[in-house]
Nanobody, 123 residues
Framework: QVQLVESGGGLVQPGGSLRLSCAAS????????MSWYRQAPGKERELVAA????????NYADSVKGRFTISRDNAKNTVYLQMNSLKPEDTADYYC????????????????WGQGTQVTVSS
């Protein structure tokens, strides 16, 4: 049974940090590219960051470059999103997604999605 389980969300003040984790099971994690998406209330889901299966290639949305870092530990079947200098506009539900071999170009290309974890940035 395939599972992607996100954790680490919560309430944080502007300027603060959070680290999200996504634990994968039920598939060969090391052969899948992984991504983090987010969806704010009333907005479309958007790509935040993506990482190749080996970790050698990473992509970021312009809005998070320099503040967020995506990483993975293939021994632990886990992908992370370190979020620093958080802003109120980062408030959203954050989802991880997996695509076999290659980083997806569109949301429709992903094989698996997690259920999401909520991040709220507010004073």
């Amino acid at each position: 049974q395939v599972q992607l389980v996100e954790s680490g969300g919560g309430l944080v003040q502007p300027g603060g940090s959070l680290r999200l984790s996504c634990a994968a099971s039920g598939f060969t994690f090391s052969t899948y590219a992984m991504s983090w998406y987010r969806q704010a209330p009333g907005k479309e889901r958007e790509l935040v960051a993506a990482i190749s299966s080996t970790g050698g290639s990473r992509n970021y949305a312009d809005s998070v470059k320099g503040r967020f870092t995506i990483s993975r530990d293939n021994a632990k079947n886990t992908v992370y999103l370190q979020m620093n200098s958080l802003k109120p506009e980062d408030t959203a539900d954050y989802y991880c997604a997996a695509r076999r071999y290659y980083i997806a170009r569109t949301q429709g290309e992903y094989d698996y999605w997690g259920q999401g974890t909520q991040v709220t940035v507010s004073s």
